[in-house]
Each structure stands twice: as C-alpha cells, then as structure tokens.
C-alpha cells in the first residue's frame, strides 16, 4: 500500500503518456484540456488504492481506474455547459475556452472513451465492472438532474439535497471503492463494506466541497470562490441558513436569491455575513462529519490488517480536511 | 428470414414494452419520447435480419439490437442541440420541446441506457460486441465534428464530404450488419463482407437522406424540406452544384451560402432551381447507386442461400428507393 500522492504519481504519468492524437483535432483537443488540467484524480486513486488494499494487482485496475475518472470529467464537461460555468480548476471550462457544441460533442467521445477503457477489465470481472460502471454513471446522471431541479425551485429540504448528492457525487465514488475490490476479487462482504465506507465518505467530500465554495481560498480550490451563492445553487449551507433565519435576515436572503439584477460582489458578501452571523459553517462541518463518522464505522468493519484500514482512514481525513 | 416490416413490428414491441419508470421523470421522459417518435428503426432491424441470415438466435439479438437504436437516438438528441434543428421524423426536436439542458443530459443518459443495453450479449461474445459498438460510436462522434467542421468552412471536397458521411452514418449502419453477424457467430470472413456491404449502403443510404431532404414530401419524410439547404450543409447536392454551376448561376448560389439574411422560401427555391437547372438530383442519384452497386458486389461474395441474399437485397433496395 502506497500514500495518495503516490497512486495519484502513477495516475498521473499513465494519463500523461495517453495519447489522442486522432483526427479530427476540435474533438480530442478539449478530451486532453480537460485531462491536463488535472484535478485530484480522487476518483481512481481511490480505485487503485481499494484494489492494493484487497491483495489486488495493480496493473489490472489501472486502465478501469483511469476510465472512472475519464467518466467523471465528462461529466464536469456537460455539467459545466448546463450550470454556465466558466472556471473549473482554476482553468476555463471546455464550452468558455472552445464552444458549446465542441464541449457536448467532446463530452460525448469522452464517455465513449471511458467505456472502452472501463473493458480493459480482465474477463472474468468484465461484466461486473460494467455493470457497476454503467449503474453508477446512470444515478449520477439523475443527480444532475436533481440538481437542476432544485435550483428552479423555491424550497428544497436538506433530505432532498442530501439524497441529491448521493446521486450526484457520492454514487461515482462509492463505486471506484467497490471497482477496485471487485478487481481484486475479495469477498461480496469486503465489497458491500467498501462500497457503503465510500458512500458515506462521498457525502462528507461533497458538503467540504460545498463549505469550500463559500470559504475557500480562490487560489487553492481552482473555482470561483461564492460560485455556488451566485448560481442560487441549494446547497447545504444555503439550505440551512434558510431553515435557521429570522426576520430581516431571512427577507435579505429571500430577496438576494429572488432579485436576478444585482453586483456579484455584493450578493456573495450579504451571503456570506449571513451565514457567519447564523454559524453555517460550523453546522455544515458538523453535518460533514457525521457522515465522516458512519463512513469509520464501516472501515472498522472490514476484514483487512490496521496498516491497510490505516490508509483507508488517511484518505479518508484528507478528503474532509482539504482545502482544494 | 422475414421481411423488414416484420423485424420493424418486433422491434417495435420490445421498444414499445421497455419502461423507463424511474425518476427523475424530467431526465426519462425526452428519452420515452424520442423512441415514441419512432423513425425506421433502421439500425437494429439491420442487426436481428443479419443474426437470422447466419442462423442466429433473434433472442439473442434483441437487446444489443435495441442498444444501438438508443445510441443512435443519443446521437440525434446531441445532433440537433448542435445543428439548431427543430423539427426532427414531424415532431419537435428534444431541446425544442424542453430545453437544451435536458436535452445534453438525456442523451447523455441514453448513452448509458445504451451501453447497458449492449451488455446484455452473451459472455462468449461480449468483449466482441462491446468492442465493436465503442469503435463505431466514437467514429460517429468523428463524423459529426466534422460535419461542423465543413459547415463553417467556405469549400469541401465531394471526397471530404464522403469521408465524413461514412463515419457518421455509414460506420455505424455496417456495425450493426457486423453485430448480428458477431451474435450468430459466423465466420470472420462473413463478418468482414457484410460490413463492408452495409458500409457501402450506409453511404448510399445518407445520400438519399441528403436527396431527400431537398426534394422530399414533407408529410412523408418528417424534416422540413429544405433544411440542409437553409442550414448551409455541405452535402453532395450543394458540393455538386458548386462543382458544376458557371457564370450567374455560381454568383447566385455563392450569394445565397454567403449572406446570412434572407427569407427561408426564398433561398430554398433559388437553390432548388440551380440543382434543377444543373441535374443535381439524378448526379446524386447516380453517386448513390455507384455505392449501391459496390454493396451488391460485396453482398455476391457470402456464403448464404439465395433466399438470404434476396432479403439483403431487397433491404438494400428498399433503402435506396425509400421517400421517407
């Protein structure tokens, strides 16, 4: 078993050394932009890593792992166009730095692509890891759906919400813990542990992820810092302050998100001294944490030696105390 | 063997029986709805026909047929997001009726729904047909980037024109002739001669589309007539013209491709007599049949009874003298 940054190393050179060089170039030039800019690469390390810890062999994982995250930045390609996003990692997204078709097209080839290297599985897994790859990739399809519902919507409960990004986000993780086990053929008990582990660990990264959108720092986290707040996206902590406002308070936060003309700036900002004046961030680290905390009972679960649930739990306590 | 009709009504049912319940009902629906809306159903009546002429099980055919239907119904809710289409078989195009985020988002689900829809092959093929299916579906995302490509460019070759039309219809019209082929297990060379005999007729085919589309019935074809024109498509008809037209009639043609305002009756006329004046729709005729032609030669070489190759035939021929 390695350290995060080490499974992120080798990640990075095999994707690094992926060439796509075909024709035409419009379409594979955003499929390497996007590939490039790079990103924690969470999503196969964390593959790669489950893989290892169940007595897996690496090699086999390495091509479904890089297709799970191939997956994934298709994904924040379309999602981008549908939330008219212009920054992602620091970086313009696809659609603001080419255009809309280029970025659905290139999406779409990037799906395709992340299908053929999801069949690199051996055969006696493949269809298995297909399955479980083509579920996955379905609920998180329904989660972005959720999440545009939602924003249209005046009121969404934090159940709703939190059930949102158990589609949106928590789905995808959860199942590169349980690729990497089904690589390593451990034992159905081994694999349903891991899954729920990652589960419960994929909602406490999404409310950090949340909690870092309001409070981060810009140069770290790669997006723009109140992005959430100016998108009326509902999160946890825009949920939450609407549940614990009173009087003028709430009348502020009704009219900052029922006004469309106003200063950037000023909206994030009124935002922003609300939730500190109501503790959100705070109750929103709580919240992260309970799911933290049902993600250790599962680890604690697993049939593995304390030097892999080790690991298992670093990642885990990088992934809440991150501040990118 | 039974006739294309009898194919279409089974295939029909399957599709009519599928039941796309869960929710979120706003991603499901536009998928229910573009299946509704019918269309030939080309692609897997070409797989089930290919299955029994090599003495496969149609059972076993069914879904994986189905799975290439919905990647090609993906590829149309994508295609016509970027071609700004409205109207697609008479009805409105998904982002039309919707909008266009529904529209990325359900032909991404569908993407999906097709690739589990693949998976329901047999181990002993699966890698097969998985292989096959990523291959051609990538290539048909080739061809459509450079179907835009050309759309913003001034000049095209025929040749150019060709090449992108194989790889956008054809490539996934003699995959699906394979796939059936790969299911009933016939020999490679079998395999090999009936891709290439419906790589030819997908060509044949997309110049008919391209025919009709300029001198089709409305009522019968579902595409307002026209519309390649208005959208400046570099098709056969147009490349031909340019090819041919002299004097006023290339002023004239290269006026209505330049300026960006006019009324659509209007330039669809005006170009519709330069094809008439300059025998646009018999050349593309005759360019349709050459491929035609170079499919029957292909179709000659298998190995199959005569009765098999009456059914290829008439389906060929059925392609080529369709009016919608």
Redo the contacts between chains.
């Keep these: 078993m390695y350290s995060f940054q080490h499974y992120q190393e080798l990640l990075t050179n095999e994707i690094n050394n992926l060439k796509f060089e075909?024709?035409?170039r419009?379409?594979y030039e955003p499929i390497e932009y996007i590939l490039t800019i790079g990103g924690k690469r969470l999503r196969p390390v964390v593959t790669l890593m489950t893989c290892d810890i169940f007595g897996g062999d690496l090699k086999k994982a390495m091509y479904p792992a890089i297709g799970m995250e191939m997956f994934h930045n298709f994904t924040l390609i379309?999602d981008d166009?549908?939330d008219r996003a212009p920054v992602r990692r620091g970086f313009a997204t696809v659609h603001t730095k080419w255009d809309e078709?280029?970025a659905?097209?290139s999406?779409?080839?990037m799906?395709?692509?992340a299908?053929?290297f999801m069949?690199k599985a051996d055969?006696d897994v493949?269809?298995e890891v297909?399955?479980l790859y083509?579920i996955s990739?379905?609920l998180v399809?329904?989660g972005?759906?959720?999440d545009?519902?939602y924003e249209s919507r005046n009121r969404t409960s934090i159940d709703e919400y939190i059930r949102m990004i158990e589609l949106k986000t928590a789905v995808l993780i959860s199942s590169c813990f349980r690729l990497g086990a089904v690589i390593a053929k451990t034992s159905s008990e081994n694999k349903d542990i891991i899954e729920k582990f990652g589960h419960n660990l994929g909602i406490s990264f999404q409310l950090e992820d949340d909690i870092l959108d309001a409070f981060g720092d810009y140069s770290k986290f790669g997006k723009s810092i109140g992005g959430d707040i100016l998108a009326n996206k509902k999160t946890y902590l825009l949920l939450k302050a609407f549940e614990l406002a009173r009087g003028k308070d709430l009348e502020d936060l009704e009219s900052w998100f029922e006004h469309k003309v106003h200063i950037p700036e000023h909206k994030v900002q009124a935002v922003l001294d609300i939730y500190n004046k109501l503790n959100i961030r705070e109750l929103s680290k709580k919240a992260s944490r309970h799911y933290f905390d049902l993600s250790i009972e599962q680890l604690n679960k697993l049939q593995i030696s304390d030097d892999a649930k080790n690991t298992l739990y670093e990642l885990a306590d990088y992934l809440i105390n991150r501040d990118s």
């Design positions: 075909r024709e035409p419009e379409l379309h166009i549908m078709n280029r659905i097209l999406g779409d080839a799906l395709i692509l299908n053929q069949l055969d493949l269809r297909m399955e083509n990739g379905l399809c329904d972005q759906q959720y545009m519902n």
